[in-house]
């Protein structure tokens, strides 16, 4: 969780710094709720991206393990209805053969016309032990190895849910905002994130308040953060 108050303070600060501006508490909900989305949606662009380029990370610290540390209070495992139905709603992420997490293994995606040519051909099906599954429509996919489709045992990752809205309580005292937290409401998102909250927030701001130098550095400081999120 990150503190909603620690960084409405760091922003007002930032924002005020040679008199560039005031955020009102309104704008600055905004701000932040849009901040959270974005954040949240990075997360699952870069862990399919880093999946793809790092098929083999799987040890502690790396990028896919951060990501799905990140992720984790809305991640869940669900069974493939019939063998073939994706669960209705929410990203669907890695298919599994079996269940528990010593005894599944993650199947490979092919395209259709590749498992035809497989399941068509006797030399090949002999060769063909290992189970794959291609997209069957939307939400629905089908799973096969040599000897024909496989309808049991299916499971899915699935990744359910956004962050709630964070809200910044305040009463209005002597025509002055002051921080009310019994009205609060805090980031969903680990305290790793602050830092990109703050610049995602002053970027915003720098578009709302038209200052290229807020928005600038917010910028800047962003792409800082996201290098070194890379490495």
């Known amino acids: 969780m990150v503190n909603i108050d620690t960084v409405y303070q760091t922003v007002q600060a930032l924002a005020n710094k040679e008199q560039r501006g005031y955020i009102t508490p309104q704008e600055y909900n905004l701000f932040a709720n849009q901040a959270q989305q974005d954040i949240f949606e990075q997360y699952l662009y870069d862990l ?3 999946r793809e380029r790092r098929p083999m990370q799987h040890q502690l610290g790396d990028s896919v393990s951060m990501l799905m540390n990140k992720l984790k209070d809305f991640y869940s495992i669900s069974p493939v209805t019939g063998g073939t139905a994706l669960p209705s ?4 992420g890695r298919i599994f053969l079996g269940q528990g997490t ?10 259709p016309d590749t498992i035809k040519d497989l399941i068509a051909s006797p030399f090949h099906r002999k060769e063909f032990t290992d189970a794959v599954y291609y997209d069957d429509g939307s ?6 190895d040599g000897t024909g489709q496989i309808t049991t045992n299916i499971t899915c990752e699935v990744i359910s849910g ?3 809205l964070a809200y910044w309580g305040y ?5 002055k905002p002051l921080y009310d937290p019994t009205t609060t409401s805090h980031f969903q998102l680990e305290a790793g ?7 995602k927030i002053l970027k915003l701001a720098g578009v709302s308040i038209e200052d290229e130098q807020l928005y600038a550095a917010a910028q800047g400081e962003e792409s800082l953060n996201i290098q070194q999120e890379n490495k």
Request: net charge positive; proline share 3%; no cysteine.
């Open 89 to 92: 709603t929410g990203n669907i």
């Open 102 to 111: 010593t005894n599944r293994r993650t199947l490979k995606k092919i395209d």
């Open 193 to 199: 994130e602050q830092t990109d909250l703050v610049a």
């Open 162 to 164: 956004r962050p709630t």
């Open 139 to 144: 939400r629905t996919i089908m799973v096969w």
């Open 48 to 50: 399919e991206a880093f």
């Open 171 to 175: 009463t209005v005292v002597n025509e």
